[in-house]
């Protein structure tokens, strides 16, 4: 099977121009197939505050509802999507911006209440990834720019957390690639001292995490980022890698980050 890198940017590095463009440099030159998903919460936030929409959260993940939903699809879908397409293609990367709505390419579902209610949030359906278009794309040489939102066929879009969006196409592109998927921000990984940069753990087992977030020392936005890098591994992706998204060459390697394992190594 061919190789295929996919790539999930977020965290503060979208917020920050000269830091996008950075590591957009970096991913243009990785070789060979590639695909990019992308997230923006941090841009949605602080839009949605000089909009008047306030954000609310529930274990790092977003309640979306009609008005978030809007600041979403303009931030999301349009300015960072079509930055991160433009800035590519003056790098020589023929980049095509999608949501999950174009193509069909990512039906889900609104997120069932149990507990919490999100609101206008999506969760993938199963099979919810047309697999077909993506690699009619990639097999034609374009690089996918994928914005982190959905729709569930009834001409309704959905919030999808991105690190998910990442993690679905990646299992289900596995199947026909050797994939690599990687998620990029601003830290170098997982780190046992959240306080201290240099305590990055180089490999991360199911039962390190759970000990990990038991003890409260992983929280927040990294809960839905691991929970998804586990379920990628344990579907048939090559690896998993988080760090920093000025490293994504070595984190490419396997020289930089924490690396995701099922079982203690």
Excluded: W
Aim: aromatic fraction near 4%.
């Amino acid at each position: 099977m061919k190789p295929l890198t996919i790539v999930k940017i977020g965290g503060k590095v979208t917020d920050s121009r000269a830091a996008l463009y950075h590591f957009l440099d970096a991913f243009a030159s990785l070789p060979g197939l590639k695909l990019l998903v992308h997230g923006g919460g941090k841009q949605v936030t602080e839009t949605g505050v000089q909009l008047g929409v306030r954000s609310t959260f529930v274990e790092g993940r977003r309640i979306t509802d009609d008005r978030t939903l809007e600041v979403v699809v303009m931030v999301c879908g349009g300015s960072i999507n079509k930055t991160i397409t433009a800035y590519l293609q003056s790098k020589g990367c023929d980049a095509i911006g999608i949501s999950g709505a174009d193509g069909n390419v990512i039906t889900a579902t609104k997120r069932p209440v149990i507990d919490v209610d999100f609101g206008l949030v999506g969760d993938v359906v199963s099979e919810g990834v047309n697999c077909d278009l993506l690699n009619l794309l990639l097999n034609s040489g374009l690089i996918p720019v994928v914005a982190p939102l959905t729709h569930d066929g009834c001409g309704n879009l959905l919030n999808t957390n991105a690190d998910t969006i990442a993690q679905e196409i990646a299992k289900s592109l596995s199947r026909q690639y050797e994939v690599q998927l990687i998620y990029c921000f601003e830290h170098r990984g997982v780190m046992a001292n959240p306080k201290d940069s240099a305590s990055v753990i180089a490999n991360l087992s199911q039962e390190d995490y759970h000990n990990l977030s038991t003890a409260g020392v992983i929280s927040g936005g990294m809960i839905p980022k691991l929970e998804n890098a586990f379920q990628a591994v344990s579907r048939g992706v090559r690896s998993v890698v988080i760090g920093h998204a000025s490293e994504l060459s070595d984190l490419t390697r396997g020289k930089a980050g924490t690396t995701i394992k099922l079982k203690e190594v």
